[in-house]
C-alpha cells in the first residue's frame, strides 16, 4: 500500500505540473497590459529591469521596481494570490537558509544593532550585515518576480521564438520546444498506464512487485519515446526539415511596445546613475 500510495503521489505531482502550466497558458491568453506587447520588446524590457535590479544598490529603488512587478501583474489580469504564491514562499525560505549568516559580525563586520550569546560564542547583528541581507533578498525577489511575469504573461512558443533574437542556435531552440510540447503526451501516457495498472491489479502487494512495476514501465516509456523520435523525425524530413527551424516571425512592434521599452531604458539608466 505503501508503494500504491508513493505511484498515486506521483500521479498527482505530475498532473499539478500540467494543470500550472494550463494555468500560465491560461493567463497568458487574457487581454492584459503585458500580454498585448510583442514578445522581444516586453523581453527586453524584463532583461533591462533585471539589470537595473542588479546594479542597484538603493532599498528603495528596488522596492519601487517590485511594487511595480505587483502593478504590472494586476494590470495584467493576474491573481495577486497566484502570482504572489510563486514569489513569497520559495524565495525566502531558500534565500534565509544561504543568507542568514551574513548578518553576524562572523561574516560581515560593522557597527553592532543587536548582541547576544550562544553558549561562549557572542553574536550581533551588525548595521552592514542587515543592509546586505536586506538587499540582496530585494534583489532575489524582484527578479523571480520579474521572471514570473514574463513567463505568465507570454505563450511558451512565442518565449521560443525570442532566443534566436538574441544568437542562440536554432536546433537548441527546436529540442526544447519539442520536449515542452512531449511532457504533456507523457504525462497522460504515464496516467493511463498507471489507470491500466490499477484497474487490472487494484493495489500493489508489495515494495518489489511495485519496483518491478515501475522499472518496467520505465522501460517501457522509453522505448516508446525512441520509436516516437524516429516518427516525428521522418515526419519532419518528409516536410522539408533541413538542419534549419524556420519559426513564423513576430507581429511588429506598436506604439505601446515602443513606450515600454524606453521605460525599461530609463529605469536601467537611472539605476546607473544613481550607481
Same mark, same amino acid.
Given at each position: 500500500m505503501r508503494v500504491n500510495s508513493f505511484i498515486e503521489r506521483s500521479v498527482v505531482s505530475a498532473f499539478s505540473f500540467f494543470r500550472e502550466s494550463v494555468l500560465c497558458e491560461?493567463?497568458?491568453?487574457?487581454?492584459?497590459?503585458?500580454?498585448?506587447?510583442?514578445?522581444?520588446?516586453?523581453?527586453l524590457f524584463v532583461f533591462f529591469l533585471l539589470l537595473a535590479v542588479f546594479f542597484s544598490k538603493s532599498i528603495i529603488f528596488i522596492l519601487a521596481v517590485y511594487s511595480l512587478c505587483i502593478l504590472l501583474s494586476y494590470l495584467s489580469s493576474i491573481e495577486l494570490r497566484f502570482f504572489l504564491k510563486r514569489t513569497l514562499v520559495f524565495v525566502p525560505i531558500f534565500y534565509l537558509v544561504i543568507a542568514l549568516p551574513s548578518l553576524f559580525n562572523v561574516f560581515t563586520p560593522g557597527e553592532p544593532i543587536i548582541i547576544f550569546k550562544i553558549f561562549n560564542l557572542t553574536l550581533n547583528i %551588525?548595521? #552592514?550585515?542587515?543592509?546586505?541581507?536586506?538587499?540582496?533578498?530585494?534583489r532575489v525577489l524582484t527578479s523571480v518576480s520579474l521572471c514570473v511575469l514574463l513567463? =505568465?504573461? %507570454?505563450?511558451?512558443?512565442?518565449? &521560443?521564438k525570442v532566443l534566436p533574437i538574441f544568437g542562440v542556435p536554432h536546433i537548441f531552440v527546436l529540442i526544447v520546444g519539442m520536449s515542452y510540447r512531449y511532457i504533456?503526451?507523457?504525462?497522460?501516457?504515464? #496516467?493511463? =498506464?498507471? &489507470?491500466?495498472?490499477k484497474s487490472r491489479v487494484g493495489f500493489i502487494p508489495s515494495i518489489k512487485k511495485g519496483q518491478f512495476l +515501475?522499472?518496467?514501465n520505465i522501460a517501457n516509456f522509453w522505448h516508446r519515446s525512441y520509436n516516437l523520435y524516429n516518427d516525428v523525425y521522418n515526419a519532419m524530413l518528409a516536410r522539408g526539415y533541413y538542419r534549419e +527551424?524556420? &519559426?513564423?516571425?513576430?507581429?511588429?512592434?506598436?506604439? +505601446?511596445?515602443?513606450?515600454f521599452l524606453v521605460i525599461g531604458i530609463f529605469i536601467l539608466g537611472l539605476s546607473l546613475w544613481q550607481g
Open positions: 491560461n493567463y497568458a491568453s487574457k487581454r492584459g497590459l503585458l500580454q498585448i506587447l510583442s514578445p522581444p520588446i516586453k523581453t %551588525t548595521h #552592514q550585515g542587515l543592509f546586505s541581507f536586506s538587499i540582496l533578498f530585494l513567463i =505568465t504573461t %507570454t505563450f511558451k512558443y512565442e518565449l &521560443l504533456y503526451f507523457f504525462v497522460e501516457m504515464f #496516467q493511463n =498506464t498507471y &489507470l491500466a495498472i +515501475v522499472g518496467a +527551424v524556420k &519559426l513564423p516571425r513576430s507581429a511588429k512592434p506598436h506604439f +505601446v511596445d515602443w513606450a
